[in-house]
């Protein structure tokens, strides 16, 4: 299958490598930076292979590579833009996260590739960890019975020199704050893990280690789900002196569990009011990953691939990636006016909220 890179940042790698892994055909990558395509495909041994193009222009590659698949690695407030453009290519996409910047934007992905019949995958691959995969079949064997309440922490250190990388982390219409960015896969497994349907967010924002940025750098949230579950949300950068930890917990009637580790990758608690074979082996489970996007980038790749061949929907679709943003920017809303909000939020984007932090807190 042939592919293509678009975008050869931070984590570009976890891309290359997720292709090289399932034996994808790598026949192009693009960045405005031409350095940024050398450093990635140098990374992976690739820089002499002379059939992989480089171009500074995505739409000149879409048109002359034609590619089977194409992922979108960007800064985020381009997401979309590049997305629809492959889609109206009938390209299948994996779209990082977030998949968009606004609601509107996210919708017409999804409406797009639906009349299209294009294959479109939210780049959340969080849930293909061991861990959480683990959790999501006790979840599905109805092993938690009533879910009660659970909370994803994001505990984490971006530093000055961080930001200063590139100058679109941080800014309202091109990345938003540690919410957006930082905490976005842990608030995916969240929504997810209790049932997709939220009824109201509550959110608050602070910018206090970060003057420098537009957006925050710490965000809190509670959550209610319509299944009458309900969550809290905690996502900061401002975490001293190095990345702590990313823990889900969820609570049920007849079961606890917490995912933790750096990146959800560990099984701290595992307990049931049933037995299961699996238990033993299950409780103090680590997985090893090489940094904090951990390793499920391999894994989606290769069911995008098996859904393009077989004709259905990816495990993570164009629509869960509406959901971890709907959530993200429900917070916003909700710090913005005061408020609870309630879903589904019809149309809100990250730039809504410019000048949020302009007179300091």
Known sequence: MRYALIGCGRISTNHIKAAVNNELEIVAVCDILPEHMEEVLQKHGLEKDESIHRYTDYEELLEKEKPE????ATESGSH??????AIERRIPVIIEKPMAMSISDADQIIRRSRELNVVVSACHQNRFNVA???MRRALEKGRFGRLSHGSIHVRWNRNKAY?????WRGTWAEDGGTLMNQCIHGIDLLR????DEVEEVYGMTRQVMHPYLEAEDVGMAVVKFRNGAIATIEGTVNVYPKNL???????????TVKIGGTSTNNIDVWDFADEDPEDAENQGLKEQTSNVYGNGHTSLFRDVI???RDGRDPYVDAVAGRNALEMVLAIYKSRKEGVPVRLPLRDFASVDMTGTFDAKE
């Open 132 to 134: 959480v995969q683990k």
């Open 69 to 72: 698949l194409v992922s979108i």
């Open 245 to 255: 930890e990313e823990t889900l917990y969820i609570f049920g009637e007849k079961g």
């Open 80 to 85: 979309a833009r590049i997305a629809l453009a």
């Open 192 to 195: 997810w893990t209790f049932g």
């Open 163 to 167: 930001y200063d990388q590139a100058p």
């Open 306 to 308: 098996e859904a393009i």
